[in-house]
């Protein structure tokens, strides 16, 4: 096995990086994507992270690690809060294909300093691989005038969702649900996963269903519909799913309260999670969070 076989096998094996890491990662090492960013989580396998670095330097790739930054989980539902720990660190890479794609990086994070943020847009595009036509549309997006005209509320965060389904494989919003680059692309990136990796395709492509009860936490709200035809909410599993409590986004028509209880339908597929709300059972009065940090 050589290295670059040894680091696909890293990536697959690794609990550092979730599962949108993992498929950029590997979709870099078929050939698919021409640069990347990934985040990667230590708890307690900083081994990983060596690893990982020696298994980048001994396959030639170029790379900037950001410094560590902490990240909370929630671990528990007690009573009308939800409680956060501290869970571990994580870490920001971008990784490179060549040492001049490195050095348009830092170009591009030069305009970003400089406020220059449309020609940033735009070499991040190219930097990343990014349809044209998609670029355009999100610097266009960055105009809360052009957003209101072109969607109401309810179509903007349905295109959302709706993208996060058909395009999986690719790491940008498309421009619209039918550009035939995006399409191209995702198809395009599917095959090259499954090549590299079918392993991670399998469990990357396959859904799994379950029956939960959401707690209603908040609602995305811009401030640039005045009038809203719908609801886009992020509700928080109470009970754990895989181990874990979730924060999980989806949209209706109806209005919830916050502390809401409601019993949903959770489809996990990708690196979504699609919900079909059932009824509400209950309400938590003062539904809130708190955080907890170890004094050293």
């Given amino acids: ?41 230590i708890k307690a396998n900083i081994h990983d992270k060596h690893e990982f670095e020696r298994l980048l330097r001994l396959n030639k790739f170029p790379f900037l690690v950001s410094k560590p930054k902490g990240f909370e989980e929630i671990t528990s539902i007690k009573g009308s809060k939800a409680v956060w720990k501290f869970n ?14 490195k050095s348009e990086f830092d170009r591009y994070l030069k ?10 847009d735009i070499l991040a595009g190219e930097l990343y691989g990014y349809p ?51 399409i191209a692309m995702n198809r395009a990136y599917g095959l090259a996963l499954k ?13 799994k269903t379950y029956t939960a ?17 719908g609801h886009d909410y992020v509700a928080i599993t109470k009970n754990k799913i895989k181990g874990n409590h979730y924060l999980l986004s989806f949209l209706s ?10 019993n949903a339908q959770v489809t996990m597929q990708y690196h979504v999670a699609s919900v079909k709300p059932g009824k509400r059972i209950g309400h938590l009065n003062d539904f809130h969070h708190e955080r907890r940090f170890t004094l050293l």
């Fill in 1 to 41: 096995m050589n290295e670059h076989q040894h680091l696909v096998r890293f990536v697959e094996r690794s609990d550092a990086f979730e599962p949108c890491a993992k498929r950029n990662i590997l979709l870099f090492l078929a050939g698919a994507k021409p640069n990347l960013y990934a985040q990667m989580k």
């Fill in 88 to 101: 571990g660190t994580w870490y920001g890479y971008d990784i490179f294909r060549s040492l001049h794609d």
């Fill in 111 to 120: 305009l970003l300093k400089q406020k220059k943020h449309k020609q940033a």
């Fill in 132 to 182: 044209k036509c998609c670029v355009d549309e999100y610097i266009r997006s960055h105009d809360e005038n052009y957003l209101r005209k072109r969607y109401t509320y309810h179509e903007y965060f349905s295109k959302l969702h709706a993208s996060d389904l058909k395009f999986p494989f690719i790491a940008f919003t498309p421009g619209s649900l039918h550009c035939p680059y995006a």
């Fill in 195 to 207: 090549r590299i990796s079918l392993r991670f395709y399998k469990e990357y492509t396959t859904a």
């Fill in 213 to 229: 009860q959401l707690i209603i936490d908040f609602e995305n709200d811009f401030g640039i519909w005045k009038q809203k035809d």
């Fill in 253 to 262: 028509k109806k209005p919830y309260a916050r502390g809401t209880i409601i």
